[in-house]
């Protein structure tokens, strides 16, 4: 009986049915490892192909980040990093560039034209209607500060026509002698008192409409004034920058130069004659509202204070109810919304 020969498991090359190495021990022993190994260490997988010893290629060694057991293989070639999330930090210090580049240009331009250096554009009929504006705004200042102190003054003469009136009548009923005659005061002052009242309603009316007209309606136009200013420095501004660029020498350093400032400028430009049309619009528009308003405050003002001193109860009254006013009776509050409902 033939011995057998003790077999070396090391040295067992195991084959398949056709002739070829079995090489599923070895996909087994890198499936195990893997396994071992704890996720999340952050290690590489490494890939070593060899070749044939008749190959005149050399062995490479790939080594990719594990990615749970797939790795995605890369086509040869330059790498090329694309990072298509904006970073926050770059926008603003892009911004704040291009805000301190504009503010030097306009602090430029503005420096310039007070020196008598540089040019300035003017549309002359438009600058002679914004002067007429702000002088006008200042006019009408002054008569809401005049309206405003004969308002607090004729409050106080007419709360001291009425506690006159009180006087009188309280004398009229501890003195029997003189009855009458404080009776007929009494009546005088009470009767002055009240139209008084109705005279301060009639200004107080006239006050909070020239109120609303000067520092609401006005100073919103001159709030687009001051922006259509902006722009026409900043248009200025851009213009000197292109024509000193027109100025000199064209060649390949120049030319981008000057084609982003002549962009530049007619971005200024475009911006510049849209707030010029706006400025002429508010200022029509303005214009019409300002004499409609006025019109009517004027007819009443004069109305009320002439019925006033002519003693004329019922025109003075007849005078308010033409123009809606209502006056607070003294003494009783505002009544609240659960009355009013």
């Not at 396994?35 to 192909?49: C, K, V």
């Not at 006159?164 to 029997?176: C, I, Q, T, V």
Request: net charge negative.
């Amino acid at each position: 009986m033939a011995q057998e020969s003790p077999k070396n498991s090391a040295a067992e090359i195991p084959v398949t049915s056709n002739g070829e190495v079995d090489d599923s021990h070895e996909h087994g022993f890198n499936r195990d490892l893997k396994r071992s190994l704890p996720a999340g260490l952050g290690l590489s997988e490494t890939q070593i192909t060899s070749h044939g010893f008749d190959s005149t290629k050399e062995g490479v060694i790939e080594a990719g980040a594990f990615q749970g057991g797939q790795r995605t293989q890369t086509k040869g070639g330059p790498v090329i990093l694309a990072d298509e999330i904006k970073n926050p930090a770059m926008e603003k210090l892009e911004l704040v560039r291009k805000w301190s580049l504009n503010t030097y240009k306009c602090t430029r331009q503005i420096i310039s034209e007070k020196l008598g250096r540089g040019s300035r554009t003017v549309d002359l009929e438009l600058e002679a209607q914004i002067d007429i504006l702000r002088d006008n705004k200042k006019k009408y200042e002054n008569i809401l500060r005049l309206a405003q102190t004969l308002s607090t003054q004729l409050f106080q003469m007419v709360h001291t026509q009425r506690q006159l009136g009180d006087a009188f009548a309280d004398l009229s009923l501890k003195s029997l002698e003189l009855h009458e005659e404080f009776g007929y005061n009494a009546d005088t002052q009470k009767l002055l008192a009240k139209n008084g009242e109705t005279l301060l309603g009639a200004i107080n009316f006239f006050i909070a409409s020239v109120n609303t007209l000067v520092n609401k309606t006005i100073e919103d136009t001159l709030m687009t004034v001051k922006q259509y200013e902006s722009a026409r420095i900043e248009y200025d501004a851009y213009r000197t920058d292109l024509e000193e660029l027109n100025l000199g020498p064209r060649d390949a350093n120049t030319l981008p130069k000057i084609e982003q400032s002549q962009h530049l400028f007619q971005a200024h430009k475009e911006k510049y004659d849209k707030m010029r049309n706006d400025v002429s619009i508010k200022l029509k528009f303005l214009e019409e509202n300002k004499v409609k308003v006025l019109h009517n405050q004027l007819v009443l003002f004069h109305n009320a204070i002439a019925a006033y001193f002519a003693g004329n109860q019922k025109q003075l009254e007849q005078t308010l109810k033409q123009f809606h006013i209502k006056l607070k009776t003294p003494g009783v509050d505002a009544p609240s919304w659960l009355e009013e409902q």
